[in-house]
């Protein structure tokens, strides 16, 4: 059976390197982007179920990347990992005005915030509470 | 009564879907025994971190204890019934 495709796009390596180990047990397949023109390009020349999307980046920034990705996917689950700050956000509201789609999530990641929501898109069971 | 907390990323065409469709799993799961509050992540940034909300979409049980969440995929009935702990009669 084919693993499902997770696709990190950071210019940070070792945020790259948290979903990498975070997910290294999964039984999903990780590709990873360093610059948000490879992330689109690898997005429209792959098959991807989920996409984990850094905000801010040298290069077209992470909402020009979705722009990009949902001109060829634009029924694919994007994550834009921030922080959760407003001043972070402007861009982001514009986006929404554009009718671009996305999910949030927030930066610092901790390991099993990111097994859980990848879990929790790609199909398995919440866990309890605290 | 169950009172729920539905964090979203923005407003829009895909988001109205998303809070449909959660409301319509909620009056399946609970009949009228809820009410649902929607919160923009995007214009209220500190109240999703006085919730501690990591993702969107995230679904918070409040009331009655105990609390939950359900984060990520919303739309499985099973998932977020058994996620919230939903007994079906409101609480």
């Known amino acids: ?130 | 009564m169950y009172r729920l907390r539905l964090y979203v990323a923005g407003l829009g065409p895909a988001v109205e879907r998303q809070i449909a469709g959660v409301r319509s799993l909620l009056d399946a799961a609970c009949g009228g025994g809820y009410e649902l509050a929607v919160c923009d992540i995007l214009e209220h940034p500190l109240q999703a971190q006085e919730d501690t909300i990591y993702a969107t979409p995230t679904l918070l049980r409040l009331r009655p204890p105990p609390t939950a969440r359900v984060v990520g995929d919303l739309s499985d009935p099973q998932r977020v019934v058994k996620g919230l702990v939903l007994a079906g009669n409101g609480g």
Do not use: W
């Open chain 1, 1 to 130: 059976m084919n693993k499902k495709r997770i696709l990190v796009i950071d210019d940070d390596a070792a945020v790259r390197d948290a979903f990498r180990l975070a997910l290294l047990h999964s039984p999903y397949l990780l590709l990873e982007a360093d610059n948000g023109e490879d992330g689109a390009a690898l997005c429209a020349a792959e098959e991807v179920e989920l996409v984990y999307l850094d905000l801010r980046m040298p290069g077209i920034d992470g909402v020009e990347t979705l722009r990009r990705i949902r001109a060829v996917k634009p029924d694919l689950t994007v994550y834009i990992v921030t922080a959760f700050h407003r001043e972070l956000f402007d861009d982001l509201v514009t986006a929404r005005g554009e009718g671009l789609d996305f999910e949030l999530l927030r930066k610092p990641l901790r390991r099993q915030q990111i097994l859980d929501i990848t879990n929790g898109v790609l199909g398995a069971e919440p866990g309890p509470e605290g």
